[in-house]
C-alpha cells in the first residue's frame, strides 16, 4: 500500500509517500511545501500545485489526511479548511480514497499517547521509520505520523 | 468588467458571469451546479471542474465570492471553506483577482437593506438585470446578486 500522507496548511504543507507494512513503514519521500507569502490564492494554487505533482510522481492508492476541529482561531479554521478543500479536489479528480484520522489517534499511533506533545512526536518517529538524514519542520513530520497512523492500519478512521 | 461570481458550496454551487456596467449590469450565463451525491472530495472536484470551465469558457477578469462566516452549524462551515478552497485554488491557478463580499453587502446591493431576506433578493433581481426565463435555485440568484454587488464598485470587499 502506497500512502499519500497530508499535513494541510496554506504556509506550510507537510507531505510524505509511505508504503511498507505496518511492522516495516518505509518513508519514500517527504516535504515541507512553503508557498510564497501572498494571494491566499496563490497559495492554494501552490498547494494543489504540489499535491498533483507528487500524485503524478509517486502514485499513492491512497489520501491520509488529519480530520480538522474547530481550534480558538476560527479564522485560521477555516484557512486551513480551504487548504483541505484544495486538496481533496485533487485527490477527488484523481479518484484517490480518503482516510482521515483524529489528531488523538495520530498521537496515539506513534507515540502509545493520544496527548502526546511535538516532541514526543519529533522523537518517536525516527524510532519508527528510517528517515534520511534532515532538518524537518513540524508538518513534515506530522505528515509522516499521519502515514505511519494510515499504513498501521490498527486505527479508527 | 466581466465577472466570475460563485456562491460556494459543494452540494449546490451558484455560478454567474456578469458583464457590462453598474447601471446596466448583464447576465451572460448562469448555472446551479448540483455535484452528484457521494464522496466529499468527488463533489470537490466536480466543483473545481465547473470553475475551471467556465474561466476557460468566459475567460472572466475578476472572481467574486460572498465571504464566509461562521454559521450555527460549525461543521457545514468548514464544508463550505473546503468548496471556497477548490475554487480560490482555481483562482488562483488562473491568477484571477478576487474579490469578496459580506453577505450583508450583497443584501445591501439589490435590496437596499442589508438584513433583505431571500425573498426579497429573489424579487429585485430581475428588477435590475435583465434574465433569461427559467427555473433558478436560490444559489444561482445569489451567485447573480454577488456579480451585480462586484459590478456596481460601490462597496466594500
Redesign the interface.
Known sequence: MRILAIDPGYDRLGIAILEGTASKPILVWSDCVTPPKG???????????AVEESIEKYSPEVLALEK?F?SVN?KS???V?????????????A??P?VEFAPGTIKLAVTGHGAADKKAIARMIPLLIKLPEKKRLDDELDAIAIGITALSGRFPQ
Open positions: 494571494a491566499h490564492e496563490a497559495r492554494l494554487a501552490a498547494v494543489r500545485t480538522l474547530f476560527k479554521a477555516l484557512m479548511a480551504e487548504a483541505r478543500g484544495a486538496i481533496l479536489s485533487v485527490a477527488g479528480a479518484s484517490l480518503i
